[in-house]
């Protein structure tokens, strides 16, 4: 069975400083891998995506991931943070081949500080 | 509109009562997905509709839960008898079709239910 693991809870961090947010994932198929993030009381939004094709996947407000295959891992990256960034950050995996349906992660909650 | 809309935002009931959540897809997406999210949780997923079709309902976690999309556009969750456990947000989701190049969902804001 896919599982999705976001092994930092919180993640605090100082304006304009770079962040990576971790994610792996386990699965014997091919999988298409997505970040979302969610402010308070919103619903989620999609970050970024990989599909297939290159590794390295640009989204928007300036983050980007990686895909590796070999380490089973898509982690979120942004060079500068804003306070703005401050939100909760969800890795989910779909299944290739399937209806489509996501399997999330428990979420990392991102702070930024002044 | 041009979201996922979902009404109401906020629910309350008592343990025992029945409720109804609602989600107006994007206009034209066929595939349509209901999820849970727990307090601290990621979302899981509940059910899955294709057009007026419901193909895959193995996450409802009980068969008090039960989801409808008679007319392949507007679907409803219902949970009946609820009990605190059910206490969550529920998010719906569309895409334009399971095709994946298709399957990007957009999300709704969420009913966040409170079983008392």
């Known amino acids: 069975a896919q599982s999705v693991t976001q092994l930092d809870s919180q993640v605090p961090v100082f304006e304009e400083a770079p962040v990576e947010l971790r994610c792996n994932y386990s699965s014997s198929v091919s999988v298409y891998l997505f970040w979302y993030v969610q402010y308070p009381n919103q619903g989620l939004q999609l970050l970024l995506k990989y599909l297939s094709g290159s590794t390295l996947v640009k989204g928007i407000n300036g983050f980007e991931a990686e895909f590796n295959k070999s380490q089973t891992s898509f982690h979120l990256r942004k060079p500068s943070v804003h306070i703005s960034d401050t939100a909760e950050y969800f890795c989910a995996v779909s299944e290739g081949g399937s209806q489509g349906n996501l399997i999330f992660g428990k979420g990392t909650k991102l702070s930024v500080k002044p | 509109g041009a979201g996922v809309s979902q009404s109401p935002r906020y629910k309350v009931a008592k343990r025992g009562q029945d409720v109804a959540l609602r989600c107006d897809p994007i206009s034209g997406h066929v595939s349509l997905f209901w999820y849970q999210q727990a307090l601290g949780q990621g979302p899981e997923f509940l059910t899955y509709f294709q057009n007026e079709a419901q193909l895959d309902k193995s996450g409802l976690p009980s068969d008090r839960f039960f989801a409808e999309r008679p007319e392949g556009s507007v679907s409803t969750l219902k949970i009946q008898r609820t009990q605190q456990e059910d206490s969550a947000v529920y998010l719906c989701?569309?895409?334009?079709?399971?095709?994946?190049?298709?399957?990007?969902?957009?999300f709704g804001a969420g009913t966040r239910l409170s079983v008392l």
């Open positions: 989701a569309s895409s334009l079709g399971p095709a994946i190049a298709k399957n990007i969902q957009y």
